[in-house]
């Protein structure tokens, strides 16, 4: 146990709030304030708070389990990693290496994420990989791409929010799911900017806007087209920005100009006025954005209306400019860094695309292999799940559990129990884990050192605090433990800084360029925003000279830029000016004069395409993939509450946010529940093509009536993904979360 108290980072959400660990006179460990950390400025919410209690191993996992007589019984480390290989060598060697499939998580830090690809790739020769960031952020991702050929969540840091002139949160509840954010929107409405909140829900978000719009679920595309529309009919348009810094803004306008604001009413139920009302208040000032999260992202057009509120900041001159831009509040501990380093079905580290030649040759070449022995891109998440028990036999997953969390989960959960062979690394006895053959009890943030990227693009340096109990082992020493005993005895360390050293040259050159970030740096600099290249490959004199900035703050990064069709050609990035960039003078990397600052603002200058604009996408309203109709007339949607994340995994597992947030419910308005005769607290039956779920009514006027929402924490009977549409976005293989017709039923006896 260490006396001193750590500086280090939250375990769970996407912002990666701050903390230090300090240990107790009992042997644990409490959180104290890290007032030093821009993020939360010591703030955290319940779920941070409370997070030492799931190190206790009173709630986790302490030894392997291996199932034996169709129960899960402990077993030695030694049992269960032979009996991992010899199942994965047994299936590999009856079915082709095809056969064996691995699943991934965006809470998994950088070292992790990356050796698990490369373990996929490289021991197991296998295509079949993805991981649960699929599910999260895949759509706001290719929209990225496809427009500024480059995915990084926010293109700016939060601090920047304040000074905006005003900012459209477009299905983000962020008071409820990321807590100490709040702060930045408050202090956006304190300096004059205004905050325009899009939700079908009255959230404690919506609450402080100066503007909410309720659209019905599943349309905020037709809402982005209809405020693009009104900006050309008022003569909103920025001409000057859109010659000097986009393309394709012809076809993208005529798209628009064919959704009339009537016809955008009709299928939004957003009114006209209210269409106006929101393009004067972001178009007024000089600087806006536009921020979405899973509410319009998790729909089986996902990318398409990422596109189109991206469109609208093209118009509008708001994206690559100072305080404006369009950004994605990403979800996961590390959702950010998790879909950038390899265990993507398509993704080589860096960002790097499985399908470029050129990355092959450059990951192969890092990693000691043949780039012909690289498999090729594989399936989506959930197409993945869907072939568990037919043509992938054997599943080794980490960090997700799906039997809560997957679209359609009954479904999964047949498949995954269809399985040969399931091996889960977790930290608890999850849902998922309990159908394993075999559980190994992990290491979790506060036992180990580990690196995480947070929404902003800023990459983080968790520190082991505390030493972890006996019996657990990281993943990375998993991974190890098995690459040796399927014959690859090097390349897999269990060191996570020398795994990070080989994550920087295998970047290098990507457009997730680490190779100039080092932990000694990250631990100085609380946090240094990528692309960062290394201070001998940036040419960082020459190319600032042809930004006309003065070298070396704004150095200017090199990088490749890859579209959303897997294409890759060479394109540079605008180092803005910014936090990182203060110091310009560090000399401490042993190998480089000029230390690149990294890059908190993108775009600024040009975008990451070949020719430096920025693309519009023309993109159409389509209806949702399941409409209703007399036999499932109403609309679930899904999302979350604050005290409980995701799966509930961990947080099920603290009495203080049970005791917050007991159980799952159906929020529905009180006509609906009239007509059902479903008084509060009365258990209601939602039930969809896909199963029924039950759980009990929560009444309020904060939701459409013709909407229900349920939050997904929870297995059991109230599982809301027992109901949910695995219907898929083309680009993104997003499932549609968010929208899915159901009929709601009085469930008292
Ligand atoms: N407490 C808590 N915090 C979390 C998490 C958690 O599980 N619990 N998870 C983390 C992760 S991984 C993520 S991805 C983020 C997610 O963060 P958010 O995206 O903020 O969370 P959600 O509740 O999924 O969805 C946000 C809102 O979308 C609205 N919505 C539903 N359908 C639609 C629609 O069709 N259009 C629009 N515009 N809005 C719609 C919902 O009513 C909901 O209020 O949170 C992170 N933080
Ligand atoms: N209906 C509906 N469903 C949704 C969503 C929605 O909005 N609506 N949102 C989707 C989104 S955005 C997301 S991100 C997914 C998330 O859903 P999941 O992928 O299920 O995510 P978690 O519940 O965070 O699961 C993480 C698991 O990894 C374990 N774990 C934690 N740390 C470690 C570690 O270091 N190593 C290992 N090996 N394990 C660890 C945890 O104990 C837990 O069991 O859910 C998706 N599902
Ligand atoms: S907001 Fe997110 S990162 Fe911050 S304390 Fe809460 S869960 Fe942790
Ligand atoms: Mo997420």
Redesign the pocket.
């Known amino acids: 146990m260490q006396t001193t108290s750590t500086p280090t980072h939250c375990p769970?959400?996407?912002?990666q709030c701050g903390m230090n660990l300090s240990p107790t006179p009992e042997g644990g460990v409490e959180v104290t304030e890290r007032a030093d950390f821009p993020v939360n400025r010591g703030a955290l919410?319940g779920?941070g708070r409370t997070a030492p209690e799931v190190l206790s191993s009173r709630v986790r996992l302490t030894s392997p389990l291996v199932r034996s007589g169709g129960t899960l019984v402990p077993a030695t480390w030694d049992e269960a990693l032979d009996r991992i290989a010899a199942e994965l060598t047994r299936v590999r060697a009856e079915h082709g290496p095809d056969a064996l499939g691995v699943f991934g998580g965006?809470g998994l830090t950088n070292e992790k994420a990356y050796t698990l690809g490369k373990f996929a790739r490289v021991v197991l020769g296998t295509s079949q990989i993805d991981y649960n960031g699929r599910f999260?952020?895949s759509s706001a991702a290719a929209g990225g791409i496809k427009a500024f050929g480059l995915d990084r969540g926010l293109p700016f840091p939060l601090e920047d929010i304040p000074k905006s002139g005003c900012v459209i949160l477009?299905?983000?509840?962020?008071a409820?799911?990321?807590?100490p954010s709040l702060r930045f929107f408050n202090e956006l409405r304190e300096n004059g900017g205004t905050l325009i909140v899009?939700?079908?829900?009255r959230?404690k978000?919506?609450e402080q806007a100066d503007l909410h719009l309720m659209?019905?679920?599943?349309?905020?595309l037709a809402?982005a087209l209809g405020l693009l529309h009104l900006v050309v009919a008022e003569g909103r348009v920025d001409e000057e920005y859109v010659r000097e810094r986009t393309s394709g803004w012809e076809e993208a306008r005529a798209a628009a100009m064919a959704h009339w604001p009537e016809y955008v009413e009709r299928i939004t139920g957003v009114s006209v006025p209210q269409l106006r009302e929101t393009v004067r208040l972001f178009c007024e000032p000089e600087s806006a954005m536009v921020l979405?999260?899973?509410?319009?992202?998790?729909?089986s057009k996902g990318t398409d209306t990422v596109g189109a509120w991206i469109n609208l900041c093209l118009a509008t001159g708001r994206a690559g400019r100072p305080l404006s831009g369009y950004g994605c509040?990403?979800?996961?501990g590390n959702?950010q860094g998790g879909r950038e380093h390899g265990q993507k079905a398509d993704q080589l580290p860096g960002y790097r695309k499985l399908d470029d030649p050129v990355a092959r040759r450059h990951v192969a070449e890092v990693w000691g292999v043949d780039p012909d022995s690289l498999p090729g891109p594989g399936r989506s998440a959930y197409e993945l799940l869907d072939a568990l028990g037919t043509d992938i036999r054997s599943l080794l997953l980490m960090g997700s559990n799906p039997v809560v969390s997957a679209p359609r989960a009954a479904h999964i959960e047949e498949r995954l129990k269809s399985l040969e062979f399931l091996a889960v690394c977790d930290v608890v006895l999850s849902e998922t884990a309990a159908l394993a053959d075999v559980v190994l009890p992990v290491t979790q943030w506060a036992e180990e050192t580990g690196t995480t990227t947070n929404l902003e693009g800023r990459v983080l340096l968790r520190q082991r605090a505390i030493t972890p109990p006996e019996g657990v082992r990281s993943d990375l020493e998993v991974m190890h433990e098995l690459a040796a005993r399927l014959g690859v005895e090097k390349g897999f360390p269990t060191d996570p800084e020398e795994v990070f050293e080989e994550l920087r040259r295998a970047s290098a050159g990507g457009p997730a360029d680490y190779s100039g970030i080092t932990y000694r740096r990250l631990a100085e600099e609380n946090g240094v925003f990528w692309p960062c290249p290394a201070a001998d490959d940036t040419g960082a004199a020459d190319s600032t000279a042809a930004t006309g900035a003065t070298a070396p703050t704004a150095a200017t990064g090199v990088t490749t830029a890859t579209d959303a069709t897997g294409d890759c050609e060479d394109a540079s990035l605008d180092a803005g000016a910014g936090a990182g960039a203060d110091d310009p003078t560090r000399d401490d990397d042993p190998r480089a004069g000029a230390v690149h600052p990294g890059t908190p603002r993108l775009f600024l200058e040009r975008f990451a395409t070949p020719d430096g604009r920025a693309r519009f996408v023309p993109v159409t309203h389509r209806p949702v993939a399941e409409e209703p109709d007399d036999e499932y007339p109403v609309l679930l949607?899904?999302?979350?509450?604050?005290?409980?994340?995701?799966s509930g995994a961990q947080?099920r597992r603290v009495d203080e946010l049970n005791a917050a947030a007991p159980g799952p419910f159906v929020e529905l308005h009180p006509r609906l529940a009239a007509r059902l005769g479903a008084a509060e607290g009365d258990p209601v039956a939602v039930v969809s093509r896909r199963g029924r779920a039950v759980a009990p009514a929560r009444i309020t006027t904060g939701?459409r009536p013709d909407?229900v929402?349920m939050?997904?924490?929870w297995p059991g009977e109230g599982r809301a993904n027992t109901l949910t549409n695995p219907a898929l976005d083309p680009t993104s293989r997003m499932p549609e979360?968010?929208?899915c017709a159901v009929r709601v039923e009085n469930a008292s006896s």
């Open positions: 769970y959400c996407a912002l919410c779920k965006g999260c952020m477009v299905g983000s509840n962020l409820e799911t990321m807590p899009v939700d079908p829900r959230t978000t919506a659209p019905r679920p599943g349309t905020d809402l979405t999260a899973r509410g319009p992202e998790q729909q509040l990403t979800g996961q959702g949607t899904t999302g979350r509450v604050v005290a409980q994340y995701q947080t939701i909407t929402f939050p997904f924490h979360f968010k929208v």
